[in-house]
């Protein structure tokens, strides 16, 4: 299958630079896969949608200001890293750019002098792994001097203080708690406490797994034929209270419904519901059969992405394309700070 058959025509003005100004304001396309049909609506809505005992499963990663600046030690160059994952305490998998590649060995001094970061290894497509160290915790370190790693289609002239305060806020989920994630589980922003309140009452139950979003999201897919593009792998954690939750949904007739592509990969890289613990690297594409999860929330995504890819092969590749096509027409705003699709 060829990764142009998931291409669309977006014009750039509708991907979204700034999250709305409110949660609660997310436009809400809902596509019907029985009937081929299209609604449009508001992230409220969806409570017309779920009822008892329907289970809506988020992932509760925390993006860390993963963000940070600095220069090398021996030449004063400039040096910005956008940390990926902390493979082993200490070293971090990182994304670097900087005029003059590091050499193993050389000696950065980041976050204004806060902490300092050794070259372990070089890698390709500017990956690197650092030993960061520092005279405080390394995440206090982060929430003083690191910048929220918003994605590069977010492309603001201007980052005032104002507007790093607000994206420390917005570009994450409001039930956010296991911090380690280097980008947000974008359909999750729209939530409020007031929302789930809302779908509690009504019976529908939340269960929380936890996937630290990585270097994939970050690697569009640039082979011709997707079968030859890799994933990263991602850790997950899914506890025995979450798996609990869900099977108790499944056995009573409800809808496990997945907030976010990475609550679908984490349900589907399991055999069966159940506690786990692990990475997974799993790629879902046409005609991939779902086994763990019966609707899915999700924003809009990239042309020729994997994302995208993945929710062709929920709802069928002609009829997730024909939505794309409408959500183009009725000006829905797209990708991270944009709105959201519900696919029942």
């Known amino acids: 299958m060829k990764t142009d058959l998931f291409n669309y025509d977006l014009p750039p003005e509708l991907i979204a630079q700034h999250p709305p ?20 609506r508001h992230i409220t809505d969806i409570v017309d949608y779920l009822h008892e005992p329907d289970v809506l499963v988020v992932n509760n990663t925390k993006v860390i200001p993963a963000r940070v600046f600095g220069h090398k030690t021996a030449s004063g ?45 070089d890698g390709e497509q500017g990956e690197a792994v650092l030993k960061i160290e520092s005279d405080r915790p390394l ?47 974008t359909a999750g ?68 419904v997945a907030v976010g592509s990475t609550s679908v990969r984490t349900l589907e890289s399991l055999a069966e519901i159940g506690p786990a613990e692990g990475s997974t690297n799993i790629f879902i594409y046409p005609p991939y059969k779902f086994k763990n999860v019966d609707a899915i929330l999700t924003n809009f995504h990239l042309p020729k992405s994997t994302l995208l890819m993945m929710m062709s092969a929920f709802a ?3 009829l997730m394309m024909k939505a794309y096509e409408t959500a183009v027409a009725e000006k829905y705003r ?4 944009g709105d959201c699709m519900l696919i029942l």
């Open 334 to 337: 797209f990708f991270s700070y």
């Open 139 to 185: 995440m206090e370190v982060l929430d003083e001097e690191g910048v929220p790693p918003l994605p590069p289609y977010i492309a603001r002239k201007e980052q005032s203080k104002e507007q790093i305060a607000e994206d420390k806020n917005r570009y994450q989920t409001v039930y956010a708690s296991a911090p380690g994630a280097a980008a947000a589980p």
């Open 189 to 256: 922003l729209h939530f409020t406490p007031e929302l789930f309140q809302t779908l509690e009452k009504q019976g529908v139950s939340k269960a929380e797994l936890t996937l630290h979003v990585g270097l994939g999201t970050f690697r569009p897919v640039s082979a011709e034929i997707i079968t030859d593009h890799e994933m990263h792998h991602e850790r997950f954690v899914v506890s025995e209270t979450a798996a609990d939750t869900i099977s108790n949904a499944r056995k009573k007739g409800g809808k496990i």
């Open 77 to 121: 160059g400039k040096v910005e890293l956008l940390l990926l994952d902390e493979a082993a305490p200490g070293e971090w998998k990182v994304l670097m750019k900087t005029s003059r590649r590091p050499k193993v060995g050389d000696v950065l001094s980041l976050c204004s002098g806060k902490a300092t970061a050794t070259m372990l290894y």
């Open 21 to 40: 100004e409110r949660r609660e304001l997310a436009r809400m396309m809902v596509l019907h896969r029985d009937t081929s049909t299209i609604e449009h």
């Open 316 to 318: 069928d590749r002609d």
